[in-house]
């Protein structure tokens, strides 16, 4: 557990490291972007992938009962939610399950409500499957965001069918408190407006917060998928592992009908593995990681103190954090080019994530303290040389 390591990811074929050139114009920058984490993987799960390894054969392979079961039981243990393991169906990502969703539960034109800023994909997932994109913009208030009530009720009424929550929120850093996803249920049952609930960094919450499982706050209200995955706590986002949860039999059958009409039926025999390691044996390490996480997030807060230039959105949860680089009065082109050339660190454009992100970047902070210390620093410099 030795997360001040520094490994190289360079030439790994890593999304974050070796594509500087393509999305950066230069390859000597840190990059704080793609949201995995540059920590090794713990023990656990690297033995169980050479335990398999060492059997030579690698052809199709089907879900054990005990991967379904230590499944149900991280949901139970963590997350205080007990599942019996027929709600479970595999897939490769939350955003492949997302789409899946869409295909199943809404028609053509229908209107799928996201709340910006957010995580990119989501806007995709609804647009490339030939639905109508609606945004409810989240409040921004006192330094922290708010979901906009008014707007989402309004919306519903209006016909929204279907809204996709990212709960904790990336990139905002909200994990939101048990009212608001009570609130949120009862305004999607009076409309009957189906919820689903990207999941994928429930793990990651710091102290003072607590995750709720939509799925579990439901008591009841039936058009609610839970997307779950081990990938962002375990780092293990290269072997597309993750999970939906539907309690209701018929609404199994119509996502995985589209699961199936996609040609997805087996699953990648390794990622089942390091999921079920993950789960069976990573607690521990999962507990010393949100530790070490939330070292890093309390360095942040404490080196963007005194900032003119940038504030800090403090994350309840995640290891991404939402920079407000307003008073720097750059656009978010700008802002990412200034960053590289003045800080030489890579950071994500904030108006991806929706045009109310303009002017803002989002930072990963996943990465040995010694690294992030000295990328701070140099993006705090570079910063306040523009005040
Ligand atoms: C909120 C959120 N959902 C989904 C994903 C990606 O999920 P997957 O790789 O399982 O499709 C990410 C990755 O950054 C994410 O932040």
């Known amino acids: ?158 016909g929204v069918k279907m809204m996709i929550l990212c709960s904790p929120h990336n990139p905002v850093g909200r994990v939101w408190a048990r009212e608001e996803l009570t609130r949120l249920i009862t305004l999607a049952e009076q409309y009957g407006v189906w919820l689903i609930s990207d999941e994928i960094h429930h793990d990651i919450v710091f102290p003072g917060h607590n995750h709720h499982i939509l799925g579990k706050v439901a008591d009841g209200y039936d058009r609610i998928v839970t997307l779950t995955s081990p990938a962002k706590t375990f780092n293990i986002q290269g072997l597309q592992c993750a999970a939906v949860i539907l309690p209701d ?40 990681l949100v530790e070490y996480l939330d ?28 920079l407000d680089c307003r008073p720097m009065q750059l656009d978010s082109l700008a802002l990412k080019d200034y960053f590289v050339q003045e800080a030489k660190v890579g950071l994500n454009k904030g108006v991806v994530y929706g045009q109310d992100g303009d002017g803002f970047m989002r930072i990963n902070f996943a990465l040995p303290r010694p690294q992030l210390k000295e990328a701070v620093e140099q993006i705090r410099i570079a910063a306040e040389k523009t005040m």
């Not at 990059?31 to 993987?41: E, I, K, L, S, Y």
């Not at 199994?252 to 040609?263: E, L, T, V």
């Not at 044996?281 to 999962?286: D, K, M, R, S």
């Not at 103190?305 to 954090?321: Q, R």
């Open 295 to 322: 070292g890093n997030r309390q360095y942040l807060r404490e080196a963007f103190a005194e900032s003119d230039a940038i504030d800090l959105i403090y994350p309840d949860g995640t290891y991404v954090a939402w």
């Open 1 to 158: 557990m030795d997360f001040n390591r520094v490994i190289d990811r360079k030439g790994t074929g890593c999304y974050k490291w070796d594509y500087l050139t393509q999305f950066f114009g230069d390859d000597t920058i840190l990059p704080m972007t793609v949201a995995d984490m540059d920590f090794a993987v713990p023990e656990p799960i690297v033995q169980a992938l050479q335990d398999r390894l060492a059997h030579p054969v690698f052809g199709y392979t089907g879900q054990q009962p005990s991967y379904w079961e230590a499944i149900a039981q991280w949901m139970e243990e963590r997350h205080g939610w007990p599942i019996p393991t027929d709600w479970l169906i595999d897939i490769p990502g939350v955003i492949p399950a997302m789409h899946f969703c869409i295909q199943a539960f809404t028609q053509p034109d229908d209107k799928v409500l996201v709340q910006t800023p957010v995580y990119d994909p989501f806007f995709q997932a609804i647009q490339r499957n030939g639905r109508s994109l609606a945004i409810s913009q989240l409040v921004y208030q006192n330094g922290r965001y708010l979901m906009d009530w008014e707007d989402l009720e309004r919306q519903f009424r209006g």
């Open 249 to 288: 039999e018929a609404h199994r059958k119509a996502f995985k009908a589209q699961k199936f009409k996609a040609g997805l039926y087996l699953s990648n025999t390794l990622s089942m593995i390091a999921y079920e390691a993950a789960y069976r044996h990573g607690g521990p390490w999962v507990d010393a």
